[in-house]
C-alpha cells in the first residue's frame, strides 16, 4: 500500500515521463518546492503545471487544488483499481472559470478549488493527454453528453459576498451533482 506521499510522487514522476515521451522538455521542482511541481518549455514562456493525483474510485467524489497564483496548468492523473492510470492537463483559466472555488484553511492564499470528478469525465474530456499543452485541448474529445456545467458558470453554488462558496458547501455540491450524473 502506498502513503499518500508516493501516491502523490508516483503521479508527478508519471506525468514527467509522459511530457518528455511525447517531445515536450521538463523538470521536476525539488521536493516541498511551492505551489507548482514541474516546468515545462512548450515553445515560448516555461509553464509551471501543479500535479494532483486522486483515486477515481466510487467513494473518491472531488479533490482539492490550492488557488494561490504560481502555476499555470493542473495535471490531474487519476488512479482506478485494476485500470491504467489517466491524465489530464488543464489551462489555470479553465479551472478557474469552471470549478468550485471555496474558502480553506488549507491553502496559503485562503482559496481553494474544488474539482468534482465529473469535471474529468465530461467538461474537460478535452484535456485528456493534452501532451503538448494547448490551451483548448483536443476538441475531438469532447464528450457526447451535455456537460452539467456550462462555461462561466461555478457549479451553481450560492456566493459569499467575496465571491466564494464554503467548502462544505462545495463538497455538498459536487455530491448531488455526481448523483445527478449517475
Known amino acids: 500500500m502506498l502513503t499518500m506521499k508516493q501516491f502523490g510522487d508516483a503521479g508527478e514522476h508519471y506525468v514527467l515521463a509522459l511530457l518528455a515521451f511525447n ?15 514541474c516546468i515545462a518549455q512548450p515553445a515560448g514562456t516555461p509553464q509551471r503545471i501543479t500535479v494532483k493525483t486522486t483515486s477515481l474510485d466510487a467513494a473518491k467524489q472531488s479533490f ?5 497564483d504560481g502555476w499555470d496548468w493542473l495535471a490531474v492523473v487519476g488512479v482506478k483499481a485494476g485500470d491504467r492510470a489517466r491524465v489530464w492537463l488543464i489551462p489555470r483559466e479553465t479551472v478557474e472559470r469552471e470549478a468550485s472555488i471555496c474558502q480553506s484553511a488549507r491553502s496559503p492564499s485562503g482559496k481553494g478549488i474544488v474539482i468534482a470528478h465529473y469535471l474529468l469525465r465530461e467538461g474537460w474530456a478535452v484535456f485528456e493527454n493534452n501532451w503538448t499543452l494547448d490551451p483548448l485541448g483536443d476538441p475531438s474529445l469532447a464528450p457526447t453528453v451535455v456537460p452539467l ?10 456566493k459569499r459576498a467575496n465571491g466564494t462558496a ?9 455530491t448531488r451533482r455526481l448523483r445527478l450524473a449517475a
Open 23 to 37: 517531445g515536450m522538455p521538463v523538470a521536476k521542482m525539488p521536493d516541498g518546492w511551492p505551489v507548482y511541481d
Open 166 to 174: 464554503s467548502a462544505s458547501a462545495c463538497q455538498a455540491h459536487a
Open 149 to 158: 456545467l456550462t462555461p462561466g458558470r461555478k457549479a451553481g453554488l450560492t
Open 64 to 68: 482539492f487544488v490550492d488557488k494561490s
